[in-house]
């Protein structure tokens, strides 16, 4: 881009803030940054520095997302957002969701700094609690924004029984103002989301970058087996309820039911009760991980998953009930910003780029109820994600970074040609 500094250089900031905010843990072994901890207030507090450096006004708004504005030349007009999340699963790389804030602060810096004129503001929003890992529900910071909150995960509770109202008091918040977070779709012009693509698709195509067609649904489940805890000498075979031995079949089912029907799901956590060598388990809890690009379809498979396994489990004697924890509806990306991505990514030089279907979840999927979102993808190493093996090409963060300033370009010039109907 005229006028900006050199996009390697800037690629390499982005690139070293992001290793400055991986050292934000609750763990000295990894990386682990949740909801309302001392580490989400602590990387609040760094990237809020990065964004008035880049000339962004900040706050932190009523349910803990940071937020950054550079006014348009009518101050107050509509804003294309744009962002991802700050927060991390268990034991995280450092790119997921992190990378997309720092290229969208880098973003906005550079249209700045070349005076862009654009027919609106940008504002940044990096997102707490994209994962879900502290409470199980998961977008709660993006659905906030979307005025899409529900009161009932007000009582939430973490593994230490601490609710999510007591966690948002102690962390300063006010329970009770959460809607304050909530923007209209009259505010808005759209929302694009750079993200690592979290898959081999872009690394086997030989490809940096890539433009997301639409985000897959995913439900997650928390389910029970339930047996009799006996004594594991003492007990004959034909007498035991063995909650470990149904759970097992379950997870067998979920894979080839999965496989069969073109879904993806896993399950990723099993807690074995009273998980002692000498005793049959009486009880497990496992969680199924559930996505698919069409809701019917994910759904028609969710109700033969638990018929299956409830019949699993009764043949031998066994229990089977599952609690829903969380639910999200695929969401297509939006015609006008989608083909402002791919023209984004075509001024790097890659003039038909791929598209793809995201199987991961992101914050763009609870926007979709208030604005257009949009999302470009960028190469991940492997395709290796939610691990601390996460790894990006320097020269894929410089693409990705001319790419979304381009496409913020791409919005503009859209914009001056086609005012944009409020929503
Ligand atoms: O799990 C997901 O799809 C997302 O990375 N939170
Ligand atoms: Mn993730
Ligand atoms: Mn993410």
New binding site residues.
């Given amino acids: 881009m005229s006028g900006a500094g050199d996009v390697g250089a800037d690629a390499a900031r982005v690139l070293a803030r992001c290793d400055e905010v991986a050292a934000l843990s609750s763990r000295p072994d990894g990386i682990e940054r949740v909801h309302l901890t001392p580490e989400h207030a602590a990387v609040n507090r760094l990237v809020a520095g990065w964004m008035a450096e880049a000339g962004l006004r900040t706050w932190q708004d009523a349910a803990g997302n940071l937020c950054g504005r550079l006014e348009g030349p009518v101050p107050g007009a509509p804003a294309l957002l744009l962002g991802s999340h700050l927060d991390t699963?268990p034991d995280a790389g450092r790119y997921?969701?992190v990378l997309g804030v720092l290229l969208a602060v880098a973003a906005v810096q550079r249209l700045r700094e070349t005076g862009a004129a654009l027919p609106f503001a940008l504002e940044v929003v990096a997102f707490t609690d994209?994962?879900g890992t502290r409470f199980g529900t998961a977008l709660l910071g993006s659905r906030a924004l979307a005025g899409t909150w529900d009161p009932a995960w007000w009582s939430l509770t973490d593994a230490d029984g601490t609710t999510l109202r007591e966690a948002a008091s102690a962390f300063g918040l006010d329970p009770g103002a959460v809607g304050d977070a909530a923007r209209s779709p009259g505010e808005l012009v759209g929302y694009l989301e750079a993200h690592i693509e979290?898959g081999p698709l872009l690394e086997d195509a030989d490809r940096a970058l890539g433009v997301v067609t639409s985000i897959a649904g995913a439900r997650r489940f928390s389910c029970t087996v339930t047996g009799e805890a006996r004594h594991a000498g003492g007990t004959p075979y034909d007498r035991r309820r063995d909650a470990l031995c149904a759970a097992a079949e379950v997870v067998l089912l979920v894979e080839r039911t999965a496989r069969a029907r073109g879904v993806i799901a896993t399950v990723g956590r099993l807690e074995v009760s009273p998980g002692a060598v000498n005793v049959v388990p009486g009880r497990v809890e496992l969680s199924v991980d559930l996505r698919a690009e069409h809701d019917a379809h994910r759904d028609a498979v969710w109700e033969e998953l638990r018929a299956g396994a409830e019949r699993l489990c009764a043949a031998r004697g066994c229990g089977f009930a599952a609690h829903e924890h969380h639910s999200a509806d695929g969401v297509a990306c939006a015609p006008a910003l989608r083909d402002a991505v791919r023209r984004g990514i075509a001024a790097t030089g890659d003039t038909d780029p791929p598209e793809l279907f995201s199987k991961?979840g992101h914050d763009a999927m609870a926007l979709a109820t208030l604005t257009d979102v949009a999302m470009l993808f960028v190469r991940c190493a492997g395709g290796i994600?939610?691990a601390p093996e996460e790894s990006v090409r320097a020269d894929d963060v410089a693409a990705a970074l001319d790419a979304l300033t381009a496409a913020v370009l791409a919005v503009a010039a859209d914009r001056a040609t086609h005012p944009a109907p409020v929503r």
Avoid: P
Wanted: net charge negative; aromatic share 0%; glycine share 12%.
């Fill in positions: 699963v997921d969701g994209e994962e979290q991961a994600s939610h």
